[in-house]
């Protein structure tokens, strides 16, 4: 108890796209980069940070992304080819299970994404996302449930 009357909660919410591109301009980034990096961010400024100082982060999310739109327009199988790459079959279930829940997060902004445009599929597939994500702690194999997840996925 004594915890709690102490604690103070904190409400964050996604910075605006504009606000970031303007920060990002600010520190040097070139207006029309910045604009793509913000959109890229989905709200988090230390992630538009992260792309504007270091390549290898904008070639992982655009890896990703690509990856993203071959499961949203992929046959079964080749959903499920696409997944084997996120869960090696030897590959240290710790590390494993870090990588899907960075890919998931940027999942979840795609989806969110497809939300603001109006795609009839993306809320159940957030609400699919969202069970895996909660679902991948647990002492289950984590290539099988991103494998399931992909099979699920509306079109």
């Keep these: 108890k004594t915890l709690l009357s102490r604690a103070a909660v904190f409400e964050l919410r996604r910075v605006p796209d504009l606000a970031i591109a303007e920060a990002l301009?600010?520190?040097g980034s070139d207006p029309f980069e910045a604009a793509g990096i913000a959109a890229r961010a989905d709200g988090r400024p230390g992630l538009a940070l992260g792309f504007m100082e270091k390549a290898d982060m904008?070639?992982?999310?655009?890896?990703e992304e690509r990856r993203w739109n071959t499961l949203r327009a992929a046959s079964p199988h080749r959903r499920q080819a696409e997944c084997a790459s996120?869960?090696?079959?030897?590959a240290d279930r710790e590390e494993t299970v870090e990588r899907i829940r960075d890919v998931l997060e940027l999942w979840q902004s795609f989806l969110r994404r497809e939300l603001k445009a109006g795609e009839p599929?993306?809320?159940?597939?957030?609400?699919?996302?969202h069970a895996l994500r909660g679902s991948l702690?647990?002492?289950?194999q984590p290539r099988l449930l991103i494998e399931k997840f992909a099979l699920t996925l509306d079109r």
């Design 137 to 140: 702690g647990a002492n289950v």
């Design 25 to 27: 301009v600010a520190r």
């Design 58 to 63: 904008v070639n992982w999310y655009a890896s």
């Design 121 to 129: 599929s993306a809320a159940d597939n957030l609400r699919r996302l």
């Design 86 to 90: 996120l869960a090696p079959a030897r």
